[in-house]
């Protein structure tokens, strides 16, 4: 059994709800009878949330191995009534430090060490680590941060070299953003076609598009989104 | 006396008051003793404002020469107490109408007609046109559409090479949007980033930027505008 | 039986050899039994290349029913054995004029007539009459000038919507350019890697990337393509 | 006595002469009477040059602090007649393990650690660093890698931010590669332009653009890398 991978990651800006469209994906695929698991991707560079201030960062959430891991791996484990580890919750601290210490190790026999390919390369080499523990049939990533910042683009680039390698198990979520400024008081998709474009321009397309708002997405926005974002409008919208 | 160009475009949506902005700074110069004048450039092909249906798109503002321009032409009026003609109003139908009948009539001589610089360039001899006639000190132009957009790429491109010409006469002000989500109740700064980092690509880097929401800017988040969208703080972020 | 459309476009400068490339397919499909055609998009403005200077930009080439064309035409005729008419012949001038002329003529029912997507959609109509006129097995559609510039992104945008639509029925090639710099003798894959960033931008992932160089193209340079561009190496590069 | 800074990086591809571009100008400094010093960021994230395998990547040159630096480091050595220490070499592995051990000793006091601005953050202050133990009137820093890839975004966004702070003792210099393609035989531009958006796009614009080219470059040439660079003619583009 293959597992297939959902990766999720937001646009237009960052509180969009991410954690909550991860666990919603894998409640449901969970409710079907599918084995499931998640990983968070934390954009920052502390190693872990403990040398995080609780008072502005929130609450660390500690995983049964002891990582201090951030709230939303504690949203996965109730939504999910699952426990995870170390090993789903991955920081650009991680990433860098590991590869770091590999090649400060000789673990690269003596070759230069890039931040294209090795750093995207850890990261995948991470996440499958995950499937091969724990075997699910779809393994859900978060992607923290906002389209088109420079602290999520190399993991947006381990997705694009995913996604090349294993085309048809790889499917890309942006949940976004649609604002409605009170001074016109109409729902704008603006925002969200510049987010796509910036996922493009990182060579990624992506499959589904979570649109967030404070009303229903009409039909002609609908058709908007799909027709500017490259989106298929019948299966793929879901907002 | 030199003119000297203030061109304003908006960022992240449409909308967000660039025509108010507009008719502002005029009205602020013009109260100083200045002379004044204004350009609304519309990107719609329509190469007048008279074959689109009013039930849609608002009346048709006729200035006194009998052009059939838009609202925002209107609005300069009354807030300069000054009259406009078909010269201040220009839309990407009537450029390339212009650059086409030329092409037509041999007027480039033999050349192969470019999209850059000729679109560009004609843009810039109307705009220019415009000081001939007019002689203000200052000349606001505003662009419609949204940073990043295809269809004000070349009017951007036409501002970029007017700065490149005479530094120190171009500002380029950006109206930009911060929403505040309902869902997190704070106002959010990605969606100007991410206009600036489009404004960048295309060759501009905003002078001034003009932040629009619905409560006042904060400090940090100013210092956070000026920071991460090149602006310098003490002068030149007016919020 | 449906037509398929293959469009090419090139990558880093001009001069890449889009011209040939196009031919050769045609040649390889018809030498197959199929029935081809082919469409030059010239991005220039002129409206015919009448109006150019034959000094300057070579003899100009005039099809069957009198258009002033240019030699690409000249040379799918010669490679085809077919002849071309007026409607294989695309120029940004063409377009532009003929929605100006629509526009005025009230055909846009009173609608606010838009860069995008008016300009790609009478891009896609004038491909797709030539599909119905000629009925052909593919149509291979060249893209002028380079990408990443102005003057063809509205020519890209209708490709992305054209394969939006049609996913199975749009092919794209990229002809890029592997420069050999003298001063260190050496083949370099990063000028297409950044022709491949600016496809992705404006919506486009290329599905088969054909490769220009001096020298024939090594195993490890066609990896690096592959992994960078986000071309399959097993059945896509061709080189 | 306040050090001025020279930012040297390279458009198009590797080896384009970087490193001979950064001596050159350090040399003339020097001649003229002034202090001058350098530093090289190599963005690859080997902490240094020391597991790195000879055969492949060079002879290490190792300096008189005993610091395994690359042989650019020995170059300007050698140019100058100047001696340099671990702090003259900047490598991503350098940066991010600083940071990260940093986190890791609680010397952010429970701050969230971000790639921006932590990141540009320490290479502005290594480069700091470097002016505050040497004094030079001059600094020149050699940006590794090319204009547009991954591993030098975070670089470019130091300079972005050092240039904001202090807009006059900032300069960027681009050496960019103009190709002559054997099968047209003329001089492109084209790639230096792209390799300028992308810098654009990373909030640059270069103020002196160094041209490499197996010929000298001509006016007209001169003239479209001004005009589509943003480079003033008669004192800025050094070809």
Do not use: W
């Not at 995983?63 to 699952?82: A, M, P, V």
């Not at 910042?149 to 680039?157: A, P």
């Amino acid at each position: 059994m293959k597992t297939r991978y959902i990766f999720v990651a937001g646009g237009v800006m960052s509180s969009v709800g991410k954690g909550v469209a991860v666990s919603s994906i894998a409640k449901i695929l969970k409710s079907k009878g599918f084995r499931v698991s998640a990983v968070k991707i934390a954009p920052y560079i502390n190693v872990d949330a403990g040398t995080m201030n609780p008072l502005e960062h929130g609450e660390v959430f500690v995983t049964r191995d002891g990582t201090e891991s951030d709230q939303d791996i504690g949203n996965y484990e109730r939504f999910l009534d699952q426990n995870f580890s170390s090993q789903n919750y991955i920081t650009t601290g991680r990433v860098y430090l590991a590869v770091i210490n590999r090649e400060r190790n000789l673990g690269y026999e003596g070759r230069c060490v890039e931040v294209v390919p090795d750093i995207p390369e850890e990261v995948i080499s991470r996440i499958q680590g995950v499937s091969r523990k724990e075997r699910p049939d779809f393994l859900i990533v978060e992607i923290g941060g906002t389209a088109g910042e420079y602290q999520n683009l190399l993991f947006l680039e381990a997705v694009r070299m995913m996604k090349l390698k294993h085309q048809k198990d790889v499917v890309f979520v942006l949940v976004s953003y649609l604002p409605i400024p009170a001074m016109v008081g109409e729902m704008k998709t603006k925002p969200t076609q510049s987010a796509v474009r910036s996922l493009n321009e990182a060579g990624i397309q992506p499959d589904i598009i979570i649109a967030r708002s404070e009303r229903l997405v009409d039909k002609p926005r609908k058709r908007k989104i799909s027709v500017s974002c490259g989106v298929q409008e019948e299966d793929a919208v879901k907002l």
